[in-house]
Every structure is written in structure tokens, then in C-alpha cells.
């Protein structure tokens, strides 16, 4: 989080909360890998009076010298906009073109109204996603059973393998009722699915990991414990990925993955890809 | 969820997660709000078989008639873009024009790499996220107590008024360390903070809502408890609102908020605003 002078200053300007800004500037930036940027997000410019303040900061920014300020904007109101673009900036207009294009091929106006997409607080899909997230954090590491047969998934994996962030990004993201529950050695013993499982066989998605990593990550929450040896994490692993095999389960490794690359490999493996705006 | 024929389709079509793209279209296409539409993530076309793919799904559509599927596209390799393009459709490139213009601005070409924004899953700034949502858990609804300290924000409220998924958000989206910890009755009584919480009075941000909105949210939870009464939800927020004023605590309403926006107002207004890429 170092702010020198050397990084190019980066400003994420939206009439609300600057997320589709900011997603789609770190996409684009992150193909400049040797350029260092620091980035400010400045959400909710909804007024000439913020859009005074915003432009303020941008000056302020570059009057301290160095190349002109990056501004990623997804800002619809064009008085407002404009305002920003009067400052010695790189403007660049992230909605302009494709609206405009688009509403050429629809054939109707755009309605232009600021933010849309994240402050609908009271519609029935935002409630979809905050069930599946009640869902999710009450179907987390098996700790409650009942109700499995709503869920759109199930993770099944070693402790520590990566379920618990992926129900939560699946169901915060795209309202998927995520459960997880955790594979343990007495499954291994029996060389079985936990019988709990078994009616929902057609649910389970699995999650695996490399053992090194397993077991960096079990170090972290038990230093030292047998839990978090190398050889203990070889056999589970072994014995996961051997029941999975065996019953047929989709699986796939957390390893290098990201929560949402393994998010959406999930909804693309289970046919969950759809949606509707 | 309903496929009609009329909704217009649209195809989603990244060689990553496509969570950028997805975004971006969700925004641009609310601002149509007269037209309905039907998304298809084709996420991790990163090779011209998954092109070949991808092409003939966006075909098939294109063959049942009606207008043509409109494909918003984040595909950096342009191979894999001119098969899509093959297909009759109207075909928005996400990147292309930006990545071309910051190419000429920053003096560097880009590294044209597949998917860097959402793979990174041994970065440094990765694990601080994975750990922001262990710490997250740890302590919702004041569960755990110890390691308040390292908390980057604590948010208080009445039961339900949208805490854990806030909190939540915050960690997964920002690697934000947010702890969350209720206000029940008998602060109301003592007419105080709790007093765990007193060490940390510049850490806490409130959440509120309207009486008639939480008791339909615990309704849903204890149907016709006293705990889901408007009077009870009245009287508890009144108490909460006055114990926050007089804490001096900054706070906001969640009642038609997205955690999205809710969560990005609280990184604005406690100065959480920089992040580097």
C-alpha cells in the first residue's frame, strides 16, 4: 500500500458505488504488469457539489506533478462528467460508447439514470442473494443438515480446502444456495460418503488442494499439530480424491485458483450459467 | 428465470471467470430497463476448441430467430475473438479500445495475457482476503471477542438490520477485516455501548433500518414472535439510533441499500478508499 510518487495515479469516479468501475479497471490495468498504480475510488459523485469535491482531489493530485491522473469513470450524468473532465486528467468514459451503441441497435433510449446495477436493495433477486447467503452460513461445514435438499450445490472436501469462501462468493455473487460439508478420516475409515450425503449425491461438487499447500494453510490455524503435517494431509487428500473418483463426483483443485475462478468453474461445470437482468 | 423467445439473448463470452464482463454488462444493460434479457456465461474460452465451442452455443441461439444475440466480450486473444465474431451477432468488445488507448497514453504495450485480474490465487493481496473472511466469521455477531483489535471496522446494530452479510462483503471484496457485534436490549437498558466495545469506540460504524422492514425480515425468521413485532423493532431501533448519536457513532440506513452500495459507503466514509493494483 506504499503511495510514491512513482505510482501512476489511478481515480475510480461513479455516480455509485464505483464497482463496475473499479472490476473493469483492475482487468484493464492488470494487462500493464511493469506499471505500479494507486487507485482511489470516489463513489457516489451524484451531485455537482461532490463533483466539485472529486475534482478538487484529482487536481490536488496532479499538481503534485508526474504523469496526469488516470480517471475511470462510469458517471452517466454528463453535467457531472463534465465537471471532472475540466481537471488535467486522462478521462476515460467506461459506459459512453456502449451505450451509445446500443441503444442504436435496441432502438430505444437508454434511460441514463445513475446507478442502477448495485442499489436495488428491495428487488426479489437481491433477496434471492441474501437467502442463499443465510443459506450458506447456516449449511457451512455440516453444522446443520436439515434443508440440504434446497441447496443448488454442495461442496465436499478435506478441512481446510477452500469450501467455506466459495459457498459464501457463490451465494453472495450469483444466489446459489452453496452448503459444504467437510470430508474427515472417519469417512476415509469407512471408505464412504457420510451417509447424510447420500440423498443429495447428485449435489456434491468437490474441492481438493495440494497437500504442500494444505498443509502451509492448516499450519497457520494449528502450528505443529499432527492435523496440519505434511504426511497427514497426503493421506487425506489421497483418500478425498480417491472417494470422488470412486462416487463419481465432480471435482476440481483450489490450489492457484482464485475464490471466483473457482466459483465460476463450478456454475459452468453444474449448468448454472444462466441469468437474468 | 423464464426463457421466453422475446427476451433478448445475451452471451457473456470471457477467457476467465467473466465476472468483469458480466459486471460491466449488468450495468450497462440496466440502464435498457424496457427489455428484458437473458445472459449465458461462457467463461474460460481460452483455447480455439473452447472457441469452436462457444460459437456454435451462440449459433444455435442465433438460428432460433429473433434479433441477434448481443455478446459482450472481455477475450484478449484475438484469434479466439475473430471465431466468435464469425457468428452472426453483435459483438461488443469490452477490452479492446481501452487497452488500445492506454497502450498509446502509458508508452508500454500490454501484456495482451488471458485472465489476469481474477487468477491470482497465491498473490499476497489474496491471502489477506482469504484471511479477512476467516476473520470475518470468527467474529460475527460478537461471537468472539478476541482480536477486536485488529479489526479494520466494527459494525454494530440491532439483530438482522443487515450486519453479517455487510461484513462479509467487506472481506471478500476488499480483504477488509470487519467484525460485526449486536446491540440487544440490555445495552438499551444499561443505556451504553457494550463494553467490550468500548476500546474501540473509532472502529464502529452502525447500521440501521426501518421498523416496518425489520419486522418483516425477522418475521421471516420467528413468524409472530414478539421478537419480529413492530413494536419491538420500533422500540429497538429508536434506542439504537439515539445510543449511536450519542457514541457520536457514523451511521446508515440499509432499508433499500445493496450490501454493495452499503459497504462501499462505509469504506468511503471511514477513508478505506485507496488500493493498489
Not at 470516489?42 to 506533478?65: H, N, T, V, W, Y
Not at 481446510?160 to 475409515?189: H, W
Request: contains cysteine; aromatic residues 8%; negative net charge.
Amino acid at each position: 500500500m506504499t503511495d510514491t510518487v512513482s505510482d501512476r495515479p489511478v481515480f475510480i469516479v461513479s455516480d455509485s458505488t464505483g464497482i463496475t468501475a473499479e472490476t473493469f479497471s483492475h482487468a484493464v490495468l492488470s494487462q500493464f504488469e511493469e506499471i505500479a498504480f494507486q487507485a482511489v475510488r470516489l463513489p457516489f459523485i451524484d451531485s455537482m457539489e461532490k463533483a466539485d469535491a472529486a475534482a478538487r482531489r484529482i487536481q490536488q493530485r496532479a499538481d503534485q506533478g508526474g504523469p496526469p491522473p488516470l480517471v475511470f469513470s462510469t458517471l452517466v450524468d454528463s453535467e457531472i462528467a463534465d465537471r471532472i473532465r475540466q481537471v488535467p486528467c486522462i478521462f476515460l468514459d467506461l459506459f459512453g460508447a456502449f451505450v451509445q451503441e446500443l441503444e442504436d441497435i435496441l432502438g430505444v433510449k437508454s434511460s441514463r439514470s445513475v446507478g442502477r446495477s448495485h442499489t436495488n436493495g428491495l428487488s426479489k433477486q437481491y433477496n434471492r442473494r441474501i437467502e442463499a447467503i443465510n443459506f450458506s452460513l447456516a449449511h457451512d461445514d455440516g453444522q446443520y443438515i436439515q434443508g440440504l435438499e434446497q441447496a443448488d450445490v454442495i461442496l465436499v472436501g478435506v478441512s481446510r480446502c477452500g469450501k467455506t469462501p466459495t459457498s459464501l462468493y457463490l451465494a453472495m455473487q450469483y444466489a446459489v444456495r452453496a452448503a459444504n460439508y467437510p470430508l474427515i478420516p472417519e469417512d476415509f475409515d469407512r471408505g464412504a460418503l457420510p451417509a447424510t450425503l447420500l440423498p443429495f449425491r447428485r449435489k456434491l461438487f468437490g474441492l481438493s488442494i495440494q497437500p504442500e499447500r494444505l498443509a502451509e494453510v492448516r499450519n497457520e490455524r494449528r502450528p505443529n499439530s499432527t492435523y496440519a503435517s505434511l504426511k497427514q494431509c497426503r493421506q487425506e487428500i489421497a483418500e478425498a480424491e480417491r472417494l470422488m473418483r470412486m462416487e463419481n463426483i465432480p471435482w476440481l483443485s483450489t490450489t492457484t485458483r482464485s475464490i471466483e475462478e473457482i466459483s465460476t468453474k463450478i456454475l459452468d461445470e453444474v449448468g448454472l450459467d444462466r441469468t437474468t437482468y
